[in-house]
């Protein structure tokens, strides 16, 4: 039976000291990488931030006050529970995380997967109810210099650009007089029940009347969420005489899902490619899915942020640049090369040190 040495003994220790040096040597040479396209990130987060900031010093300088209990960052893009243009149910901690500068970045590693390139046209669906993450579309849009085709659905979701007076469609001007936004809405419709307001007071279905004509943008207002949906079809497809290679939606305005349910058969992201053989009421969203194009899907911001590790409702917010969309820790591979060598040395030499150690002894005892 072998019996290892005192010198073994000695030796694997030796060894084990070594390699818990060497692996903390490895361990502090972690160095932070810039990820793929950090500045176009980095650009369309600082695009989201100043529009923030526009949004937010225009409603103070309107005497707005704050409900800083549901609004802890003061952004002026969370509204009240329930207005006259309250469409449907609203989730506040989803919209407060679209409030994160830094979302922005996700938005363009989905046109960089999606290959676009500049003077490209695509088309963008928006509603009221998510008016942060509409700004962190666009912000990315304008970085790549993207054509953009903008239809908007005015009625918000609880805690969404719910005002009747300060619109997503106001916002949205406020944003093009400051220079800060280069698209606006071609054209918008009511959103809610059947994308024409149903459930709204006919209070609410004025006031929304209003903002879109206050903001000289078409009303799109047929008699059906077919028609609505046929005539937004028209304008995507005929505003440009370039194709569309791209549609996104922002949302869950039925005239771009069909039906309400249809949101959640695809979760957030990029899809390339879209069954919809069993989508039996089909949206803008699905009606371009079928003819080939891209589609990006922005409801479920919960698993969007948490996909791409983003804080849930952050207080305060980040800075633009910050999060694992622009910097990744990697180990540095020279560093660890080195180690691994010395390592794989040093066990070699413990080894033959130990056969020598072994063969004397065999020696000695003949």
């Known amino acids: 039976m072998y019996i290892p040495s005192a010198h073994s003994k000695i030796s694997v220790i030796i060894l084990l000291v070594i390699t818990i040096a060497l692996f903390l040597w490895v361990q502090n040479s972690r160095v932070w990488v810039k990820e793929k396209f950090y500045d176009e990130k980095?650009?369309?987060?600082?695009?989201?931030?100043?529009?923030?900031?526009?949004?937010?010093?225009?409603?103070?300088?309107?005497?707005?006050?704050?409900?800083?209990?549901?609004?802890?960052?003061?952004?002026g893009l969370i509204g009240e529970k329930y207005s006259l243009i309250t469409t449907d149910r609203g989730d506040l901690t989803?919209?407060?995380?679209?409030?994160?500068?830094?979302?922005?970045?996700?938005?363009?590693?989905f046109f960089q997967k999606a290959k676009l390139k500049k003077g490209d046209v695509i088309a963008v669906n928006v509603t009221g109810s998510m008016p942060a993450l509409n700004i962190a579309v666009l912000s990315a849009a304008k970085v790549l210099g993207l054509n953009v085709v903008l239809v908007s659905s005015v009625g918000a979701s609880m805690f969404g650009a719910t005002d009747p007076y300060f619109t997503w469609l106001d916002m949205?001007?406020?944003?093009?007089?400051?220079?800060?936004?280069?698209?606006?809405s071609i054209a918008a419709s009511l959103g809610g029940g059947r994308d024409l307001g149903r459930g709204l007071s006919k209070a609410g279905r004025d006031l929304i009347v209003?903002?879109?004509?206050?903001?000289?943008?078409?009303?799109?207002?047929?008699?059906?969420?077919?028609?609505?949906?046929?005539?937004?079809?028209?304008?995507?497809?005929?505003?440009?005489?370039?194709?569309?290679?791209?549609?996104?939606?922002?949302?869950?305005g039925l005239s771009s899902l069909g039906d309400a349910v249809n949101g959640r058969l695809l979760p957030p992201g990029l899809h390339k490619h879209v069954l919809?053989?069993?989508?039996?009421?089909?949206?803008?969203?699905?009606?371009?899915?079928?003819?080939?194009?891209?589609?990006?899907?922005?409801?479920?911001?919960?698993?969007?942020?948490?996909?791409?590790?983003?804080?849930?409702?952050?207080?305060?917010?980040?800075?633009?640049?910050?999060?694992?969309?622009f910097l990744e820790e990697r180990y540095n591979l020279t560093i660890t090369a080195i180690a691994l060598a010395i390592l794989m040395i040093l066990v070699v030499i413990v080894i033959l040190f130990d056969k020598r150690q072994q063969q004397f002894k065999e020696e000695n005892a003949i």
Not at 172 to 184: F, G, Q, S, T, V
Not at 217 to 236: P, Y
């Open 42 to 75: 980095f650009h369309a987060a600082e695009i989201t931030k100043m529009a923030t900031d526009a949004i937010r010093e225009y409603r103070i300088q309107q005497g707005y006050s704050f409900d800083e209990l549901n609004d802890p960052n003061r952004s």
């Open 276 to 325: 919809t053989r069993n989508i039996p009421k089909k949206g803008t969203m699905f009606l371009f899915a079928e003819k080939g194009v891209p589609v990006i899907h922005l409801l479920d911001v919960r698993a969007l942020a948490e996909e791409y590790n983003l804080p849930i409702s952050p207080v305060p917010l980040p800075e633009p640049g910050t999060g694992v969309m």
């Open 172 to 184: 949205e001007a406020l944003l093009n007089n400051k220079d800060i936004i280069p698209y606006k």
């Open 210 to 252: 209003e903002a879109i004509d206050r903001n000289n943008i078409e009303l799109i207002q047929e008699k059906s969420i077919e028609k609505n949906i046929e005539r937004k079809m028209e304008i995507f497809e005929n505003t440009y005489n370039e194709k569309i290679v791209l549609y996104v939606n922002v949302g869950g």
């Open 94 to 109: 989803a919209k407060l995380t679209t409030l994160n500068p830094n979302i922005s970045a996700i938005i363009i590693e």
